[in-house]
Nanobody, 115 residues
Framework: QVRVMESGGGLVQPGGSLRLSCVVS????????IQWHRQEPGKERELVATITKGSTATRYADAVKGRFIISRDDAKNTAYLQMDSLKSEDTAIYYC????????WGQGTQVIVST
């Protein structure tokens, strides 16, 4: 059974930082890429960052380039999203996505950037 579980969200002031974690189980985590997406209330889910297998490449949405870093630790079956210089517009539910077979989503973790 494939499981994808995010954690690390919370309330942070503008300019602050958070690190999200995504623990995956049920398949060979190291064999595939992993993605972070986010969804703001009333909007469609959008792709934030992708990391390929072996960490050979990373890609980011323009809105987060230079502020967010995606990484992975295959020994721990875990992906991370380091978010720095957070802005109010980063407020959203953040989801981890695995492309294994038909694709699997986690339940999401809420990030609120506010004073």
């Amino acid at each position: 059974q494939v499981r994808v579980m995010e954690s690390g969200g919370g309330l942070v002031q503008p300019g602050g930082s958070l690190r999200l974690s995504c623990v995956v189980s049920g398949y060979a985590f190291s064999s595939l890429s992993i993605q972070w997406h986010r969804q703001e209330p009333g909007k469609e889910r959008e792709l934030v960052a992708t990391i390929t297998k072996g960490s050979t490449a990373t890609r980011y949405a323009d809105a987060v380039k230079g502020r967010f870093i995606i990484s992975r630790d295959d020994a721990k079956n875990t992906a991370y999203l380091q978010m720095d210089s957070l802005k109010s517009e980063d407020t959203a539910i953040y989801y981890c996505y695995s492309p294994y077979r038909t694709g699997y989503w986690g339940q999401g973790t809420q990030v609120i950037v506010s004073t």
